[in-house]
């Protein structure tokens, strides 16, 4: 799976809450990410 696809997938089945999770499992800050909404941040 390429960075698109993957991107895709997220978008589609991530809820916020999910990917804040997902976000410190990895040991990365959410609120770091680039852009506001999450669909931007993914």
Do not use: H, V, W
């Amino acid at each position: 799976m390429d960075l698109q696809g993957l991107t895709a997938k997220i978008e589609k089945r991530f809820k916020n809450s999910e990917l804040r999770a997902l976000c410190f499992r990895l040991d990365i800050y959410y609120d770091e990410l680039p852009g506001e909404t999450r669909r931007d941040k993914n």
